[in-house]
């Protein structure tokens, strides 16, 4: 088996990286690592490996980086949604002790 299994699922993860509204999702991802799994076992390792292992790590990196941003930009969300509540629940409770 060639080098270009695993050069194309590279490359599918650097198309990814590359839009920037794209998000992870964990079945694309499981799906997309199946694969490349697959295909770093059935490669050669012919020259140029060693390159395709650094884009491969880049990659790896970014996503990383990208899940970490996603993942503050959630808390956010969740804690701000948390506020709210608490907020209804007082105007409620204030509602219930005015009349």
Do not use: C, T
């Amino acid at each position: 088996m060639s080098d270009a299994r695993v050069r194309a699922a590279i490359e599918k993860m650097e198309a990814w990286l590359a839009d920037p509204i794209w998000e992870p999702e964990a079945g694309a991802l499981d799906a997309w690592n199946r694969d490349f799994l697959e295909a770093m076992g059935q490669a050669e390792r012919a020259p140029g490996w060693a390159a395709l292992i650094e884009r491969a790590h880049g990659a790896g990196r970014r996503l990383e980086d990208r899940i970490a941003v996603l993942s503050a930009e959630k808390d956010k969300v969740q804690a701000e949604l948390e506020r709210q509540g608490r907020g209804n629940r007082a105007l409620k409770g204030y509602g219930a002790n005015v009349r």
